[in-house]
Structure formats: C-alpha cells, structure tokens
C-alpha cells in the first residue's frame, strides 16, 4: 500500500529526516509531535491561561508544561486538518511526560483540545527529547475514512465515566472504528469502587486470578504484585471485549508498559495465561513511570473483531521466538510487528560487531567506536535484521512499513540508531517516534527495541 508523507507548513519535524506524519490507506500515522512556541502563560491565548495564578515562583514550572501541552496539542490539531480527518477521528494517543507530577496540568489543557478525548497511555518518560528537550511528547494514529473502506468513523465503546470502570483520567478506555477497536492503557485501580483501590497482592482479585500463588509469603510478596495486577488488568480487558461480542482470540497487538524490568517474566506467565493459543503481537518496554500510585504495569491492546471476515494471520520469527508472540499479525490491510530487539537466530541478545555476519561487522565496526554503551550499535543492527526478516516473512517489505517508534535509554543513542537505519532504509521513510526510558527492551539488557506497524 503506497504511503504519502504529509507536509504540514506549520509544523516542522521533530525528527527530520521523517516527515510529520504519513498516510497510508485509511489510516493516518502522526510522528513524535514536540511544542515550539509558547515559553509561558504570557503566550498563551486565554483559554490556555486558566491554570494562571499571576505569582511568578508558584507559576514558574506549571507554566512550562502547560505551554509545552498546549503548543503539542496546537500541532497535531494542524496535522489532523493538513491531512484531512480531525481530531475526533484520534483512534489511539501516547503521551510522555518527563515528570507525571504535573500531569493535571496537561490534562486541563487536553480537555480544551479533545472535549471526546481518544484512547491513551499516559508514561513517565526519562526525557522528552526532538528539537530540544520538553516536559511533554505525543504521537498518534487517527483515522481518514473513506466510502466502502475497512475503517468507519470513530465510536465511542466506553467513555470516561463509563460505570463499571470508569476512566483515571481524561480518555475513552475504547473506541472502534469499523471492525477494529483500539484500548487506552489500563492500570491496575479498581475505579469503579470507592477510594478507588491498587490492586497490589492476590488478595486482590478472585481465586482464579491466584494460579501463580504459593501460598508462602516471600515468593508470593514478590511475585503476587505484578501476577495480581497483570491478571487484573487483562480481566478487566477481556470483560470489555465481551461487552461488545468480542474475546481475547480478537485482540492482535498488546502493548506492555512496565515500572520494573524484573516484573517482565511473572508478567510473561500471566501473558500466556490469556493467551494459550492465538497470540497477538507484543512489545515490552521498562518506563519510568506507569499509571499512578504505585501501578506496575500499564497495557494497551488493539482488537480486530473476527467477525468482519478481515484476514487474520500469524507470520512466524526467523529465527527462534525471543517471546510468546509471532513476529507479525496481519489484521486486514494492518500489520502489527512485535518490539524488535536486537537478538541473534537462537534469540539471544547480541553483544557486539564479533556476533554479525561479515557484512554486519563492516557497518558496526566504525560505529562502536562512538557507541555510549558497548553493544548498542550491534543491536540496533540486529534489530533492523530482524525487523527486515519479520517484514519479509509476511511478504512485504521494508517501504510497507508506516510507523516506526524507537525505545532508547539515552538522547546520544539516536545518532547510532540513525546510522544503523540509514543503512536499511534511507528513503520513503515512516512516521517516527523516539522515546528515552530506563527500559528499552524487555529485559535490562536490551539496549533498543524498535515498535513497528505496517499497511498493505
């Protein structure tokens, strides 16, 4: 499916050379948006003043974020009309925060901009980096529908103050457009009950959210937070989908946002509890912070209901599976990639230049000399491998590939994640993200993952 890069005279790239955002079938894929502009109150527009109190110390760092989240929210309203659709058609918004203290402070200003806001996940990020360093990032994927295409326009599935599990804060826990339904990240708080409780033990949820219990206190203080909020979560997650005739076998994308890397392999148990047989794709990422008051996961899925008669397909790893879930799930004209990582053909973590072929070694060799920590540039270039592989695996190739978001711990790694890329792609390039986290992969290990969706 052809792509189309889109040329917003208002806004310029965070990450040039990337476009904006870019257009591919139905779908529009909108860039890591970054504000330029307003420093302060003072260069706001009334309705972005509210949050004011006109004393320079108690406004000094408010200020900041809600003029970073009004200009951010000021550029994708300009993407959205540069490329035809509106703000009402935002199917899914990620939002990173370089302090989620001060995230009310953004909220307010969301509500201006999106009254019906889009499903979102809200992360603690380490920075916010793209054309200088900012308290608050966004990208998105709305939807530019079309007479007799998949996509319809956006409905709203459970909205903010849906009854039995009403939002943490301002955004639709789901929408659909057409047969696919797009999920915010949903926490571990049960909303719905007063004082509005953390799960945090198996005390917490039913006897059949206890199968990882020992019944010992050391193993189970331990393993019972994350066990207990992961199986809650996806509960909740399955009940929604169930609401709308739909079950776990729909979903084909899963997200996991993680506050503690060394949760990921009791998260990895309760994973394939719910998902036995039919895996969807899955990325992992340590962040540094998810949801609030002590949540250790966040998860975020995206559905196909099976029923639209949409081709569904599982396209295997190249080499062995680093986790429970394909390389790539075909979802109609959508192609969810699982977080690459940069693992060899055993699914192993690569070290350095001396794990590549010939020809890896070339390209990696003259970059581990710039390289912040020692194996960075050979995983990236693995990752790229492995993301060209998958792609191939499901006949496509790397052009197909819409949006790209990159996990990295450090700013300075970008310089060798880019030179790594432009030796796989250097044209026709995709929506790009890159987001700084304590975590980039699923283990502490992994120096970079790469997040990818395509359209065909």
Same mark, same amino acid.
């Given at each position: 499916?052809?792509?189309?890069?889109?040329?917003?005279?208002?806004?310029?790239?965070?990450?040039?050379?990337?476009?904006?955002?870019?257009?591919?079938?139905?779908?529009?894929?909108?860039?890591?948006?970054?504000?330029?502009?307003?420093?302060?109150?003072?260069?706001?527009?009334?309705?972005?003043?509210?949050?004011?109190?006109?004393?320079?110390?108690?406004?000094?760092?408010?200020?900041?974020?809600?003029?970073?989240?009004?200009?951010?929210?000021?550029?994708?309203?300009?993407?959205?009309?540069?490329?035809?659709?509106?703000?009402?058609?935002?199917?899914?918004?990620?939002?990173?925060?370089?302090?989620?203290?001060?995230?009310?402070?953004?909220?307010?200003?969301?509500?201006?901009?999106?009254?019906?806001?889009?499903?979102?996940?809200?992360?603690?990020?380490?920075?916010?980096?793209?054309?200088?360093?900012?308290?608050?990032?966004?990208?998105?994927?709305?939807?530019?529908?079309?007479?007799?295409?998949?996509?319809?326009?956006?409905?709203?599935?459970?909205?903010?103050?849906?009854?039995?599990?009403?939002?943490?804060?301002?955004?639709?826990?789901?929408?659909?457009?057409?047969?696919?339904?797009?999920?915010?990240?949903?926490?571990?708080?049960?909303?719905?009950?007063?004082?509005?409780?953390?799960?945090?033990?198996?005390?917490?949820?039913?006897?059949?959210?206890?199968?990882?219990?020992?019944?010992?206190?050391?193993?189970?203080?331990?393993?019972?937070?994350?066990?207990?909020?992961?199986?809650?979560?996806?509960?909740?997650?399955?009940?929604?989908?169930?609401?709308?005739?739909?079950?776990?076998?729909?979903?084909?994308?899963?997200?996991?946002?993680?506050?503690?890397?060394?949760?990921?392999?009791?998260?990895?148990?309760?994973?394939?509890?719910?998902?036995?047989?039919?895996?969807?794709?899955?990325?992992?990422?340590?962040?540094?912070?998810?949801?609030?008051?002590?949540?250790?996961?966040?998860?975020?899925?995206?559905?196909?209901?099976?029923?639209?008669?949409?081709? @569904?397909?599982? $396209?295997?790893?190249?080499?062995?599976?680093? !986790?429970?879930?394909?390389? /790539?799930?075909?979802? %109609? =004209? #959508?192609?969810?990639?699982?977080?690459?990582?940069?693992?060899?053909?055993?699914?192993?973590?690569?070290?350095?230049?001396?794990?590549?072929?010939?020809?890896?070694?070339?390209?990696?060799?003259?970059?581990?000399?710039?390289?912040?920590?020692?194996?960075?540039?050979?995983?990236?270039?693995?990752?790229?491998?492995?993301?060209?592989?998958?792609?191939?695996?499901?006949?496509?190739?790397?052009?197909?590939?819409?949006?790209?978001?990159?996990?990295?711990?450090?700013?300075?790694?970008?310089?060798?994640?880019?030179?790594? @890329?432009?030796? $796989?792609?250097?044209?026709?390039?995709?929506? !790009?993200?890159?987001?700084? /986290?304590?975590?980039? %992969? =699923? #283990?502490?290990?992994?120096?970079?993952?790469?997040?990818?969706?395509?359209?065909?």
């Amino acid at each position: 499916m052809k792509k189309a890069p889109i040329v917003c005279e208002d806004v310029s790239p965070a990450f040039p050379p990337y476009p904006v955002a870019v257009k591919a079938g139905e779908l529009l894929f909108v860039s890591g948006l970054r504000p330029v502009g307003p420093a302060g109150f003072a260069d706001l527009p009334e309705a972005g003043r509210e949050q004011m109190q006109g004393y320079p110390l108690a406004d000094l760092t408010e200020e900041r974020v809600v003029a970073d989240s009004w200009a951010v929210h000021d550029s994708l309203e300009k993407v959205l009309v540069a490329a035809g659709t509106h703000r009402d058609q935002v199917l899914r918004q990620h939002i990173w925060q370089r302090d989620k203290r001060y995230f009310p402070s953004y909220e307010q200003v969301r509500v201006h901009w999106q009254p019906t806001p889009a499903p979102s996940s809200g992360l603690g990020v380490t920075d916010v980096i793209g054309r200088g360093r900012h308290w608050i990032g966004v990208d998105a994927i709305a939807a530019c529908t079309q007479a007799g295409g998949v996509f319809g326009e956006r409905e709203v599935m459970t909205d903010v103050y849906n009854p039995d599990l009403p939002a943490a804060s301002h955004y639709c826990q789901a929408i659909r457009s057409g047969p696919f339904a797009f999920f915010a990240g949903h926490i571990p708080i049960k909303t719905a009950e007063p004082g509005k409780p953390l799960v945090n033990s198996y005390d917490d949820v039913p006897e059949e959210g206890r199968f990882l219990s020992t019944g010992r206190s050391h193993p189970d203080s331990r393993h019972g937070p994350i066990a207990s909020q992961t199986w809650y979560v996806f509960n909740e997650l399955r009940r929604t989908l169930a609401g709308h005739g739909m079950d776990m076998e729909d979903v084909v994308n899963v997200s996991i946002f993680l506050s503690d890397l060394r949760d990921y392999s009791t998260y990895h148990r309760v994973h394939t509890h719910f998902f036995p047989e039919v895996q969807p794709s899955l990325c992992v990422v340590g962040f540094d912070e998810v949801g609030h008051r002590g949540t250790r996961i966040e998860i975020e899925i995206t559905a196909m209901d099976r029923r639209s008669g949409l081709t @569904r397909q599982s $396209f295997p790893w190249p080499g062995t599976a680093p !986790f429970a879930a394909p390389a /790539v799930t075909q979802a %109609g =004209p #959508v192609y969810y990639f699982s977080g690459m990582v940069g693992v060899d053909e055993a699914g192993a973590l690569v070290r350095g230049a001396d794990s590549l072929t010939e020809a890896g070694r070339r390209a990696v060799l003259p970059m581990e000399k710039i390289e912040r920590r020692p194996g960075l540039a050979a995983q990236c270039w693995m990752a790229w491998e492995q993301l060209r592989a998958a792609a191939a695996g499901a006949d496509m190739e790397l052009a197909d590939i819409s949006m790209t978001r990159v996990y990295l711990s450090d700013p300075a790694d970008l310089g060798v994640y880019e030179a790594v @890329r432009e030796t $796989f792609i250097d044209e026709d390039l995709p929506a !790009f993200e890159c987001v700084i /986290v304590h975590g980039p %992969g =699923p #283990v502490a290990e992994s120096l970079v993952q790469i997040d990818a969706i395509g359209m065909k």
